[in-house]
C-alpha cells in the first residue's frame, strides 16, 4: 500500500465511526421517545434557531414561538447540552409535582458552578440528604413565620423611607420619579438589614457584582454551552469574568462572616447570619455547616 494513502485511510475511517456513533444516539434516542424539536446542526445544535430569530434579543419570546410548531415540550440542543423547554402549565404540573423526583436535580452549568462554589448552596445543589437536611434548617430556622414576622419593623421602615424619597422629589410635580430604581434599592436594603441587622458599607459594590454575575448565567456562553470541554473552559472569557464576580462577592460575605465571628452581638442573634453562625457554633447537623455553605445561604437570600 502507497504510505501516501495513510492520511486518507485514517480520515475515512474517523468519519465512518463518527457516523456510527451518530447512528447510535439516533437509535437510543428513538428508543426513548424524545420531545419533537427543531432540526439541528453540527457542533452548535439548535443555537440557530435562536439567534437567527426575529427574537433574538429576547430568547423567552424565541422559545415561546417554537413552542407554538413543536408543542409544550421542545427539545433542543444548545451547543452540547440538551435543553428541555416546558412552555405550558399542564406540562409544568407534570415536572414540576408528578415528576418531581426525575427532574429536581438542576443542571448545573459551568458559570453557575463556579458561583455557587460547584453546587454546595441550596439552590442548585444535587438532590441528596445534603439538600434535605438544608432545606430543613431554611424552612425551620430562617424562613418560619415567627422570624418572618420578626423583621416587620424593618420591612416597615424601608417602605417609609422609600415613600418620603418619592414624596422628596416629586414635590413641585415636575420631577419625574424612578420608581423601579428606588423599588429595587428599598428590596435591597431590607434584603441586607434582615440577613446582617445592618446595611453593609459593600452594599453597591456586592449588588454590581451581583448584576454581573446574573448577567453571564443568563446568556449564552462558551463555557456553558460546551462544559465538557476543558480548553473551552479554560479559555473562556465568561468562566473568568464570573469567576472575579464570585472572588469579589464571596470575599463581601466571608468578611462580615469573619467580623460577626470574632465580635458576636447576641442581641442581634435574630439576624440571618446571627442565626446560620450559631447553627455552625453548636453543630448537630449530619454536615459540616462550613463557611463556604453558610455564604451560598447567604447569597441565596
Request: proline letters at 5%; glycine letters at 6%.
Amino acid at each position: 500500500m502507497d504510505i501516501r494513502m495513510m492520511p486518507f485511510l485514517v480520515a475515512f475511517f474517523l468519519v465512518l465511526l463518527k457516523l456510527i456513533r451518530s447512528s447510535s444516539r439516533t437509535k437510543r434516542s428513538s428508543a426513548l421517545r424524545l420531545p419533537p424539536g427543531p432540526w439541528q446542526l453540527p457542533l452548535i445544535g439548535s443555537l440557530h434557531h435562536l439567534l437567527l430569530s426575529r427574537f433574538s434579543d429576547l430568547p423567552q419570546r424565541a422559545l415561546r414561538e417554537m413552542s407554538g410548531a413543536y408543542g409544550p415540550l421542545t427539545l433542543l440542543r444548545l451547543g452540547s447540552v440538551p435543553t428541555l423547554v416546558v412552555s405550558s402549565s399542564e406540562a409544568a404540573r407534570e415536572v414540576m409535582k408528578t415528576h418531581d423526583l426525575a427532574f429536581c436535580s438542576l443542571h448545573l452549568s459551568a458559570t453557575i458552578g463556579i458561583l455557587s462554589y460547584g453546587g454546595k448552596d441550596i439552590v442548585f445543589s444535587h438532590y441528596n440528604e445534603r439538600w434535605r437536611e438544608l432545606r430543613k434548617l431554611c424552612m425551620l430556622e430562617l424562613f418560619n413565620q415567627r422570624r418572618v414576622l420578626s423583621f416587620r419593623p424593618v420591612r416597615e421602615q424601608e417602605v417609609a423611607n422609600l415613600l418620603r424619597s418619592i414624596s422628596s422629589y416629586s414635590g413641585d410635580g415636575r420631577r419625574p420619579v424612578n420608581l423601579s430604581e428606588g423599588i429595587c434599592h428599598a428590596i435591597n436594603d431590607i434584603t441586607v438589614r434582615t440577613a446582617i441587622g445592618d446595611r453593609c458599607k459593600h452594599q453597591d459594590e456586592y449588588l454590581h457584582e451581583l448584576d454581573g454575575a446574573v448577567r453571564l448565567t443568563g446568556g449564552f456562553n462558551l463555557a456553558d454551552l460546551y462544559p465538557s470541554s476543558p480548553l473551552v473552559r479554560r479559555f473562556s472569557a465568561a468562566g473568568r469574568d464570573m469567576g472575579r464576580c464570585q472572588k469579589n462577592m464571596y470575599r463581601i460575605i466571608e468578611s462580615i462572616i469573619q467580623e460577626r465571628s470574632v465580635m458576636p452581638m447576641p442581641e442581634r442573634e435574630e439576624d440571618l447570619v446571627g442565626v446560620l453562625l450559631r447553627l455552625q457554633r453548636e453543630g448537630g447537623l449530619q454536615f459540616a455547616l462550613t463557611n463556604e455553605i453558610v455564604s451560598t445561604v447567604f447569597f441565596v437570600r
